[in-house]
């Protein structure tokens, strides 16, 4: 099955570059191009894409409104958002997750791996980049406004198999990338993760990203375990 994906991006050359790789791929394929995040809610509502490769500094309408709009809608159910931008920071980071994103990438990712990126996102896993990952971890850990109060006592609910695929979404690997290291299949990979999900009561990916520092699973700067 063709993943349908639609570029919003007010630089010409860079959608060009996009559309070139995208269509590259016999499973991807570009169904259309916004300059503003006014258009790209119009063309999605349009051609209703599975994704939309969504830049966030665009004129008239940003893409975190855009993406807002998007997730908003109910009839655009199913369309998936994936962030890329040169603006990998904190606030962005958070911004997007909230407006309703399902990934985030900077804009240095290699071509392979933004075309892995627009498969897992449309496939309906989150995706963080490790640089994204570590920045939302900072920013939630130096909030005194931290919406999260996660306690070591809160992961007595898991497996020690749920444990350790926790630390490893902590890591900022993705389902697939989790089945490898586990050498399991993806599917059960991504039940682990829904599963530490439910009982962690996470809304998200992000949200159990963050659970996994504050209760002392995952410090910051360590690596993913091997």
């Known amino acids: 099955m063709t993943v349908r994906v639609v570029l919003a991006d007010d630089q010409k050359l860079i959608r060009a570059g996009f559309r070139v790789l995208i269509d590259s791929a016999d499973d991807l394929e570009v169904v259309g191009e916004a300059t503003t995040g006014a258009e790209a809610v119009e063309l999605a509502r349009q051609v209703h894409p599975d994704l939309v490769l969504m830049d966030i500094r665009m004129p008239e309408m940003d893409g975190l409104e855009a993406t807002r709009r998007i997730a908003g809608d109910e009839r655009l159910a199913g369309v998936r958002i994936l962030i890329l931008t040169t603006f990998e920071i904190d606030e962005y980071v958070l911004e997007a997750l909230r407006a309703g994103a ?57 497996t020690e198999r749920e444990r350790e695929v926790l630390a ?59």
């Open 168 to 226: 490893l979404v902590a890591g900022g690997l993705s389902n697939d990338e989790i089945a490898q290291r586990l050498f399991v299949s993806p599917l059960t990979a991504k039940t682990h993760v829904n599963r530490a999900m439910a009982k962690l009561s996470a809304r998200d990916r992000a949200q159990l990203v963050v659970i996994a520092y504050q209760t002392g699973l995952v410090r910051p700067g360590e690596p993913p375990a091997e």
């Open 102 to 158: 399902s990934g985030f990438l900077g804009k240095g990712v290699d071509p392979d791996g933004l075309l892995d990126a627009i498969r897992t996102v449309a496939a309906g896993e989150a995706l963080l980049s490790p640089a994204a990952t570590k920045k939302l971890i900072g920013r939630f850990l130096a909030s005194p406004e931290n919406p999260c109060s996660a306690v070591p006592s809160q992961l007595e609910a898991l």
